[in-house]
């Protein structure tokens, strides 16, 4: 890899936390580009039995997973802890909610959590642990943190693959 971002080939990672950023982001972009092209009625329509739908996801994702890991757990930011959704909120989006609503929180979200994972050292302990949520704390670092996250963000864009295919048939990477 080289460092020469104009050349259009990746830069080159230089410590370990740019490198699991890298990869978060890349299953960001998954989220954000599996939905692009929907209405706002397929964005809404629960598709599995369970009833979710990809805009309560995305919306999930924003403050159940953006908010609450790297705000409240790697930062401790009081006003965020105060502030988390109970129960299935983060899943529920009301109708007066727009969809470019949902969306602009979850990029919100994204800018606010890259500045948290940038400016905090890699092995950092949690500053915040909801022990009435997780039990004793499971993750024990930033590393830990963004490998968590990583993982089910790249679930739910799996989740919102098969999804998308079940609406209208996109599918967003097709190995031939």
Same mark, same amino acid.
């Given at each position: 890899?080289?460092?020469d971002?104009?050349s $259009?080939t990746?830069?080159a ?6 490198a699991?950023?890298h990869?978060l982001? $890349?299953?960001r972009?998954?989220?954000l580009?599996?939905l692009e092209?929907?209405d706002e009625?397929?964005l809404r329509r629960?598709?599995?039995p369970?009833?979710?739908n990809c805009l309560?996801? &995305?919306? %999930?994702?924003?403050l *159940?997973?953006?908010?609450f890991w790297?705000g409240a757990?790697?930062?401790? *930011?009081? *006003?965020?802890? *105060?502030s ?7 899943w529920? #989006?009301?109708?007066e909610t727009a969809?470019a609503? &949902?969306? +602009?929180q979850?990029?919100r ?6 500045a948290?994972?940038t400016?905090? +050292?890699i092995?950092?302990?949690?500053a915040?642990w909801p022990?009435?949520?997780f $039990?004793?704390?499971?993750l024990?670092?930033?590393r830990?943190?963004?490998l968590h996250v990583?993982t089910?963000t790249?679930?739910h864009?799996g %989740?919102? @693959?098969? #999804?998308?295919?079940?609406? @209208?048939?996109?599918?967003w990477?097709v190995?031939?």
């Amino acid at each position: 890899m080289t460092d020469d971002t104009n050349s $259009g080939t990746t830069p080159a990672l230089r410590t370990e936390a740019e490198a699991l950023l890298h990869f978060l982001s $890349g299953q960001r972009r998954h989220v954000l580009g599996i939905l692009e092209g929907l209405d706002e009625e397929a964005l809404r329509r629960p598709v599995l039995p369970s009833g979710w739908n990809c805009l309560g996801l &995305v919306q %999930h994702l924003a403050l *159940d997973v953006e908010r609450f890991w790297f705000g409240a757990v790697v930062l401790g *930011d009081k *006003d965020v802890i *105060d502030s988390l959704p109970h129960g299935d909120e983060g899943w529920t #989006v009301g109708l007066e909610t727009a969809s470019a609503e &949902v969306f +602009a929180q979850y990029r919100r979200e994204i800018e606010r959590a890259d500045a948290v994972i940038t400016t905090t +050292a890699i092995d950092a302990p949690p500053a915040y642990w909801p022990r009435e949520l997780f $039990g004793e704390p499971h993750l024990h670092s930033l590393r830990d943190v963004l490998l968590h996250v990583i993982t089910e963000t790249a679930c739910h864009a799996g %989740h919102l @693959d098969a #999804v998308r295919e079940l609406l @209208d048939g996109h599918r967003w990477l097709v190995l031939t």
